[in-house]
Protein backbone atom coordinates (compact mmCIF):
# COMPACT_ATOMS: atom_id res chain seq x y z
CA UNK A 1 0.00 0.00 0.00
CA UNK A 2 1.20 3.57 -0.78
CA UNK A 3 -0.38 6.41 1.44
CA UNK A 4 -0.29 9.50 -0.14
CA UNK A 5 -1.21 13.23 1.01
CA UNK A 6 -1.79 16.37 -0.46
CA UNK A 7 -0.54 19.88 0.81
CA UNK A 8 -0.56 23.53 -0.75
CA UNK A 9 -4.42 23.81 -2.04
CA UNK A 10 -5.69 27.23 -0.80
CA UNK A 11 -7.41 30.24 -2.64
CA UNK A 12 -5.03 32.71 -4.95
CA UNK A 13 -6.19 35.35 -7.11
CA UNK A 14 -5.97 34.78 -11.18
CA UNK A 15 -2.20 34.98 -11.99
CA UNK A 16 -1.14 33.95 -8.84
CA UNK A 17 0.71 30.94 -8.15
CA UNK A 18 0.81 27.75 -5.85
CA UNK A 19 3.36 25.07 -5.08
CA UNK A 20 1.23 21.56 -4.29
CA UNK A 21 3.17 18.73 -2.77
CA UNK A 22 2.43 15.55 -2.28
CA UNK A 23 4.00 13.03 0.36
CA UNK A 24 4.24 9.40 -0.22
CA UNK A 25 4.42 6.95 2.92
CA UNK A 26 4.33 3.08 3.04
CA UNK A 27 5.12 1.18 0.02
CA UNK A 28 7.60 3.01 -1.61
CA UNK A 29 6.42 4.55 -4.52
CA UNK A 30 9.87 5.41 -6.08
CA UNK A 31 9.12 2.55 -8.75
CA UNK A 32 5.59 4.19 -9.63
CA UNK A 33 4.79 6.50 -12.11
CA UNK A 34 3.33 9.90 -9.92
CA UNK A 35 0.76 12.30 -11.50
CA UNK A 36 -1.58 15.24 -10.37
CA UNK A 37 -5.13 15.06 -11.67
CA UNK A 38 -8.05 17.58 -10.63
CA UNK A 39 -11.65 17.37 -10.84
CA UNK A 40 -13.36 20.85 -10.63
CA UNK A 41 -16.89 20.71 -9.59
CA UNK A 42 -19.75 19.12 -11.78
CA UNK A 43 -16.81 17.76 -14.09
CA UNK A 44 -14.80 14.70 -14.57
CA UNK A 45 -11.75 13.82 -13.15
CA UNK A 46 -8.59 14.57 -15.86
CA UNK A 47 -4.49 14.39 -16.00
CA UNK A 48 -2.97 17.43 -15.31
CA UNK A 49 0.43 16.44 -14.90
CA UNK A 50 2.52 12.55 -14.56
CA UNK A 51 6.16 11.82 -14.13
CA UNK A 52 8.00 8.79 -14.69
CA UNK A 53 9.74 6.86 -12.24
CA UNK A 54 12.81 7.47 -13.24
CA UNK A 55 14.18 10.63 -15.21
CA UNK A 56 11.31 13.25 -17.06
CA UNK A 57 12.21 12.26 -20.41
CA UNK A 58 8.62 10.81 -20.38
CA UNK A 59 6.89 13.48 -18.09
CA UNK A 60 3.07 14.65 -19.42
CA UNK A 61 1.71 18.33 -18.78
CA UNK A 62 -1.97 18.26 -20.17
CA UNK A 63 -2.17 21.12 -23.13
CA UNK A 64 -4.62 23.16 -20.60
CA UNK A 65 -1.34 23.96 -18.45
CA UNK A 66 1.19 23.47 -20.27
CA UNK A 67 4.25 26.80 -20.40
CA UNK A 68 1.93 27.20 -16.55
CA UNK A 69 2.47 24.46 -14.53
CA UNK A 70 5.25 21.81 -14.18
CA UNK A 71 5.73 18.58 -12.13
CA UNK A 72 9.05 17.30 -9.94
CA UNK A 73 9.45 14.70 -7.53
CA UNK A 74 12.13 13.87 -5.07
CA UNK A 75 12.64 10.50 -5.05
CA UNK A 76 15.08 10.68 -1.81
CA UNK A 77 12.14 12.35 -0.14
CA UNK A 78 9.20 10.63 -1.49
CA UNK A 79 7.49 13.60 -2.40
CA UNK A 80 6.01 14.88 -5.76
CA UNK A 81 5.39 18.49 -6.27
CA UNK A 82 3.01 20.78 -8.71
CA UNK A 83 3.85 23.72 -9.08
CA UNK A 84 1.47 26.36 -10.73
CA UNK A 85 1.86 29.04 -12.18
CA UNK A 86 -0.49 32.53 -13.76
CA UNK A 87 -3.37 30.27 -12.62
CA UNK A 88 -6.87 31.09 -13.88
CA UNK A 89 -10.41 30.97 -12.64
CA UNK A 90 -10.63 27.53 -14.30
CA UNK A 91 -8.05 26.00 -12.88
CA UNK A 92 -10.53 26.06 -9.95
CA UNK A 93 -10.87 22.54 -8.82
CA UNK A 94 -9.89 19.49 -6.29
CA UNK A 95 -6.13 18.82 -6.92
CA UNK A 96 -5.38 14.39 -6.36
CA UNK A 97 -2.17 13.35 -6.23
CA UNK A 98 -2.15 9.42 -7.38
CA UNK A 99 0.72 6.43 -8.33
CA UNK A 100 0.46 3.96 -10.50
CA UNK A 101 2.08 1.95 -13.63
CA UNK A 102 1.39 1.69 -17.21
CA UNK A 103 -1.30 4.24 -17.14
CA UNK A 104 -3.18 2.87 -14.42
CA UNK A 105 -3.27 4.73 -11.12
CA UNK A 106 -4.05 2.50 -7.79
CA UNK A 107 -3.27 4.60 -5.42
CA UNK A 108 -5.00 8.14 -4.42
CA UNK A 109 -4.77 10.95 -2.23
CA UNK A 110 -7.56 12.49 -0.18
CA UNK A 111 -7.21 15.76 -2.59
CA UNK A 112 -6.40 19.58 -1.95
CA UNK A 113 -8.59 22.67 -2.95
CA UNK A 114 -7.33 25.29 -5.32
CA UNK A 115 -9.44 28.21 -5.40
CA UNK A 116 -8.73 30.92 -7.91
CA UNK A 117 -10.77 34.12 -8.24
CA UNK A 118 -10.63 37.44 -7.37
Known amino acids: QVQLVESGGGWVQPGGSLKLSCAAS????????MAWFRQAAGKGREIVASIPAWGSSEMYIADSVKGRFGIARDNAKNMVYLQMNSLKPEDTAVYYC??????????WGQGTQVTVSS
Open 26 to 33: GRTSVGYT
Open 98 to 107: AAGEDGEYEY
